[in-house]
C-alpha cells in the first residue's frame, strides 16, 4: 500500500515538474502561452536570462523601447538589478536570446 501512494506522489511531483519545465521553455523561446500576456513573457524571458547570465535580480526596468516592426518582438532597453547594476539589453525577434551588456558610466 504504501508504495503505490509513493508512485502516485511520485507520478504527480513529476507532471508538476514537466508542466512547469514546459512553461519556462515557452518563455525562453518568447512563445504566447496566454494570448495578450506578451509582455509578461518577454519580460519573464529578460529576468530568467539576467539571472542566468549575469548573476542579475531584476528589480525594475528603467525604460522599454518596441523597435520597428513589433510584430517581430524586436525590443531594447535597460534593466536594474537589485545590487545597482544596469544592463541595456536589445532583441532583434521574439525566438531570440536577448543581447545583454553592462551598462559603464560616462565621464564628461
Given at each position: ?8 506522489t511520485?507520478?504527480s511531483?513529476l507532471?508538476r515538474?514537466?508542466a512547469?519545465?514546459a ?6 523561446i ?7 500576456h506578451?509582455?509578461?513573457?518577454w519580460e ?10 549575469r548573476k542579475c ?6 525604460f522599454?523601447?518596441e ?5 517581430l ?9 537589485a ?8 532583441r ?8 545583454i551588456?553592462?551598462?559603464?558610466p560616462t565621464?564628461c
Amino acid at each position: 500500500m504504501l508504495r503505490n501512494d509513493f508512485k502516485t506522489t511520485g507520478a504527480s511531483a513529476l507532471v508538476r515538474r514537466l508542466a512547469s519545465l514546459a512553461l519556462l521553455v515557452a518563455v525562453a523561446i518568447g512563445g504566447a502561452a496566454v494570448p495578450g500576456h506578451a509582455d509578461e513573457l518577454w519580460e519573464s524571458t529578460l529576468r530568467l536570462q539576467l539571472m542566468d547570465e549575469r548573476k542579475c535580480q531584476l528589480e525594475r526596468l528603467v525604460f522599454v523601447r518596441e523597435l520597428p516592426a513589433p510584430q517581430l518582438g524586436a525590443i531594447e532597453g535597460r534593466a536594474r538589478c537589485a545590487d545597482g547594476r544596469e544592463f541595456d539589453f536589445t532583441r532583434a525577434k521574439a525566438h531570440q536570446k536577448f543581447d545583454i551588456r553592462l551598462c559603464m558610466p560616462t565621464v564628461c
